[in-house]
Nanobody, 128 residues
Framework: DVQLQASGGGLVQAGGSLRLACAAS????????VAWFRQAPGKQREGVAC??????????HYADPVKGRFTISTDSAKNRVYLQMNSLNPEDTAVYYC???????????????????WGQGTLVTVSS
């Protein structure tokens, strides 16, 4: 049974940090394009960061609002993907989702693909 389980959300003050985790069961992240999305109240879901592995190298892509502040990474041994979020601001408040898509894709377009699997979401609230 394939599942994604996101965790790590919470309440943090502006300027603080959080690390989200996404655990996979039933498949290996290394074979997938993996991504973090977020959806703020009243707004459309948007891509935040994504990662793919090709020929042994990892490639990442970030949305402009989070570049330099967020980092996506993976722990192959634990089959987990992380999103380290630093310098958080109230505009980062949203439900964050992890997603996975099997295959090789152009990473710069990772926010527009139809993903195979989604985690349940974890709420991040940044207070001012």
């Amino acid at each position: 049974d394939v599942q994604l389980q996101a965790s790590g959300g919470g309440l943090v003050q502006a300027g603080g940090s959080l690390r989200l985790a996404c655990a996979a069961s039933g498949f290996t992240f290394d074979d997938y394009l993996v991504a973090w999305f977020r959806q703020a109240p009243g707004k459309q879901r948007e891509g935040v960061a994504c990662m793919t592995t090709r020929d042994g190298s990892r490639y990442t892509h970030y949305a402009d609002p989070v570049k330099g502040r967020f980092t996506i990474s993976t722990d192959s041994a634990k089959n987990r993907v992380y999103l380290q979020m630093n310098s958080l601001n109230p505009e980062d408040t949203a439900v964050y989702y992890c997603a996975a898509l099997e295959g090789i894709y152009t990473i710069e377009f990772c926010s527009i693909y139809e993903y195979d699997y989604w985690g349940q979401g974890t709420l991040v609230t940044v207070s001012s």
